[in-house]
């Protein structure tokens, strides 16, 4: 005799020990699709371009050109950095750059996996894996540019370059947690990736990329009260002068990534499937 299933539309969150058990072997079973898709995703992204992986160092080169030019026509004032003004630039654009691929890749991956979600039941979590890994891989090809850029402007670097990558995984987890936010409104309407575009323009200047971090009025309140700042200017030191600015900011900003990341990973898993119903109906 078969078993008989009795489905409820009861809440998941009303068994939160069944709930984390779940999703930590969804997490696990999600790891070889993400690598598939992953390794799908990096092929299509250079393959379909002609400057291929160039795209990875045309942004910060470019942006360090402009605004070093702008500088020694005294056409805005940057302020005294620590590394000679363009590696500061290129470097900084690099996390940035880096920041804004892991906010904007859950949107992506769940409106481009659309027509999957609707269709095949899998771990959802391989989506927001497979951008991780991306983010990863083209992180990877921007350290070249990074070490040339060390070299080129003899950079010094302290032993603390070493815990460097710490605080650049805590940047990656909070772009991610930001996106795994919005991925089921990014499901649902188009707006959202095309405001996130307009959000990360301006929030590149409210994150001291092209200049150093202020240090009195109402603009530097605002620098320091945005979460980015910590977790790249720490990452930013960490990798150069040894010389930390930002400790408790970082610490305060990472506390508050890891809750809002766990937080919002149970979200994700129940607002989901709300919006793929809404999506395929």
Known sequence: MRP??????????????????????????ARSLAW?????????????SFLGIAWA????IAMAVGFTLAGNARAISIGETDIPYPAYVMFST????????????????????KPMLARVKFPREALILAKLGEVGFNFGIKMILICALFLIFRVPVSWTVILAPVALIHLILLGTFFGILLAPLGLLYKD????????????????PVVYPVPEEGTFATIVKLNPVTPLLVTTRELATTGILSQQTGFWIASLFTLI?????????RIALPFAIERVSS
């Open 4 to 29: 008989e299933y009795i489905y409820t539309p009861q809440s998941e969150l009303r068994h939160p020990k069944r709930m984390f058990r779940q999703m930590w072997r969804d997490l696990l079973a």
């Open 36 to 48: 598939r898709l992953m390794v799908r995703d990096i092929s299509a992204q250079y393959r379909q």
């Open 57 to 60: 160092f045309i942004p910060p």
């Open 94 to 113: 690099a996390l940035w750059q880096t920041f804004v691929e892991s906010l904007q890749g859950p949107v992506q991956a769940s409106s481009d996996a």
């Open 192 to 207: 959202v990736s095309k405001g996130l575009t307009m959000l990360t323009g301006l929030w590149l200047f409210l994150t």
């Open 260 to 268: 809002g990341l766990m937080v919002t990973w149970v979200g994700f």
